[in-house]
């Protein structure tokens, strides 16, 4: 069972360059979330989804773009990359946006930018 | 707004050891409360939860108590093992359309 899935695991980038992280999740689940991890912060909301077609900017959105697929996958782009955006990415689904839900996670985009 | 502070780690302890992970929120209203657990190399996965106020979570062996008296939600665990070893973050939820926000993070190290 596959879960949340995220591609590339690893990636290094030049400033400037641009790539796209990509996630999909087989779980059927509504709403779809972004995060980026740096030390002692925890995880910081870029984007999320809350339901196919709809994105909303999180709390750390500025660099960044997200394009909802379909209800499967949820991509971020980094359109001209800085140093700043080195990070842990993190893609989540959740069934839907409720105070109880569980939320799931995949594993994860080491990213680098020199 | 919204916030979740965690002891810093990293907490080492010996196999068998006692562990207590301090957590304490800031929030208006009724949060829903949780431990997340990362594994060396993995993404978070829920541990454990509470809702309302002194609702006590527990899976594998952890457990917290939601106490709203002290907007506390600390993690305990009686007898640590080796695999125990990850990173935990506490984590608050208002209502429903709200997102999640989490702590800084405490990484356990445990060794035999």
């Known amino acids: 069972n596959a879960g949340v899935t995220q591609t590339p695991k690893f990636q290094v980038l030049k400033t400037g360059q641009s790539m796209t992280l990509q996630c999909a999740q087989d779980m059927n689940h509504n709403s779809m979330y972004w995060y980026r991890q740096d030390p002692g912060m925890g995880l910081r909301l870029i984007y999320y989804s809350a339901s196919e077609g709809t994105t909303d900017k999180g709390e750390v959105p500025n660099g960044y773009n997200v394009s909802r697929l379909n209800k499967r996958e949820f991509s971020l782009r980094l359109e001209s990359a800085a140093p700043s955006q080195t990070s842990v990415y993190f893609c989540?689904?959740?069934?839907?946006?409720?105070?109880?839900?569980?939320?799931?996670f995949g594993q994860g985009t080491r990213l680098t930018v020199v | 707004g919204d916030s979740v502070t965690q002891m810093e780690g990293p907490v080492t302890l010996s196999e068998e050891a006692f562990l207590t992970i301090n957590c304490t929120y800031t929030a208006t209203g009724y949060p829903s409360l949780f431990w997340y657990v990362q594994y060396p190399g993995e993404g978070l996965q829920l541990l454990l939860k509470a809702t309302k106020a002194d609702d006590k979570g527990s899976n594998k062996g952890f457990e917290a108590t939601y106490r709203k008296e002290t907007t506390s939600f600390h993690l305990e665990k009686g007898s640590v093992q080796v695999s125990d070893s990850a990173v935990y973050f506490c984590a608050l939820r208002q209502s429903a359309g709200n997102m999640l926000t989490f702590g800084g993070g405490t990484r356990l190290m445990v060794k035999p």
């Open positions: 989540a689904s959740e069934a839907e946006a409720v105070q109880n839900t569980e939320a799931f």
